[in-house]
């Protein structure tokens, strides 16, 4: 019995030793299992990143400079000299930009010091690109002018839920010729995470009443570093050709120049691209009319000139008359410091609260006698208001 007791015993030392030595492999083995799992998943983050720059890569280009653009629903009419016309310019954001929305990419600081930065990277809702597009489209046709240069009209975007921009407002312009020039062709922007910006193909909607004999899309220079050139707009402006009765042209120009632009190094590149065409088509006797979103302050009065609870923007550039060539000018608002034309996007609007200022406008050749008002839409559609331009061309 003694003999039996002593072999239990050596057994169950045993038998705890290999539970003792079982459970540390056990413990090694988890803990190698562990670390072979978390490198797994960081190996498969990896490659869906590179992937990811791989797709983006791959989707991207640019559009060629000088690519002609084509005309639709040509008109026969042709500008006289000394009649009145009119042009509106108005950026309609997309149909995203109603009183509560805030943009992700905006950002901006409160008085009180507050950091603040947009919240959605698509437009809140199908519903709500229907309502603000048909708004702006609403507004656009009470104005009822001879010409429109619209910006930021998307023809088929993940963040406009995919309406026909393009395709709903020309259903409401019957007379009119119109152009249309993409600016805006990205592949798949997975960010921000919470609300994907998406897949964009969006550009500037042009429409005229008279005669347009040639179009052609002009590439503005823009930012080629690594990230930004994936998110930022393929920048550009439509440059359309209507013959005047004197045997001269009026070179009428949609433009949409770079926001996002830290130091102004890309809008200053961008400016003397613009600058150089209106001065070589001035040089001809031609008369030039360039309107559009700016994304300058249009002269140092209106930069920080409307009741405000925010800090002076990063983002604003100034733009005055000494950074244009000779014979042209700004035509300032008549009502420039009333009504502004943009607002700050990185908090909801608040009359009085917002950054405002005036962006968007015209400028035009001293052969263009040529008066604007700001449409005061209270911001209803866009984060734009509209300008009105009343102009003759003179001998």
């Known amino acids: 019995m003694t003999y039996v007791k002593s072999m239990f015993k050596i057994g169950k030392k045993g038998c705890k030793n290999i539970m003792e030595k079982a459970e540390k492999r056990g413990k090694r083995g988890g803990a190698a299992l562990a670390v072979r799992v978390v490198l797994a998943l960081l190996l ?21 400079d000088h690519t002609a653009l084509e005309v639709e629903n040509n008109g026969e009419n042709t500008l006289k000299i000394g009649d009145t016309y009119t042009a509106v310019t108005y950026n309609i954001g997309f ?9 992700f990419m905006d950002t901006g600081e409160m008085k009180d010091g507050t950091k603040t ?11 709500s690109v229907e309502a603000h597009t048909e708004g702006a489209a609403g507004v656009i046709e009470n104005l009822n002018a ?14 406009s839920y995919h309406v026909n921009q393009e395709d709903f407002i020309k259903a409401g312009m019957d007379g009119y010729a119109s152009v249309f020039a993409n600016n805006f062709h990205s592949a798949y922007l997975f960010y921000p995470f919470n609300d994907p910006h998406g897949a964009v193909q969006a550009g500037l909607l042009s429409f ?10 002009r590439s503005y220079p823009v930012d080629n570093s690594f990230i930004t050139k994936f998110t930022d ?14 045997g001269r042209e009026l070179v009428l120009i949609n433009s949409h120049m770079s926001a996002y632009d830290e130091g102004g190094t890309i809008r200053a590149q961008q400016l003397e691209l613009l600058n150089s065409v209106i001065a070589e088509e001035y040089a001809k006797g031609n008369y030039v009319i360039v309107g559009g979103d700016f994304n300058h302050a249009m002269g140092e009065e209106v930069a920080e000139g409307f009741p405000s609870e925010q800090k002076f923007p990063s983002w604003v ?10 014979g042209v000018r700004i035509v300032r608002a008549d ?23 005036v962006v968007d406008g015209f400028l035009v050749t001293d052969n263009v006698r040529a008066t604007a008002e700001n449409i005061d839409t209270d911001f209803a559609y866009s984060d734009h208001n509209p300008v009105k331009l009343r102009f003759e061309l003179i001998k």
Do not use: W
């Open 95 to 103: 149909g995203a930009y109603g009183p509560d929305y805030s943009f």
């Open 117 to 127: 930065s947009g919240k959605y990277g698509k437009a809140m809702s199908l519903d």
């Open 233 to 246: 707009l393929d920048r550009c402006f439509a440059q359309m050709r209507l013959p005047v009765e004197d």
């Open 208 to 217: 005229s009443r008279y005669h347009i004999s040639e179009a052609e899309r």
């Open 146 to 159: 001879d010409f429109y240069l619209l910006q930021e009209v998307d023809v088929d975007a993940d963040r």
């Open 44 to 64: 498969a983050v990896i490659l869906v990143v590179v992937g990811y720059v791989v797709y983006l890569q791959a989707n991207y280009y640019r559009i060629a």
């Open 317 to 326: 550039a100034v733009l005055t008359e000494e950074d244009l060539v000779n």
């Open 335 to 357: 009502n420039e410091l009333e009504v502004p034309t943009c607002r700050g996007a990185d908090i909801v609007y608040t009359k009085g609260v917002n950054y405002t200022t």
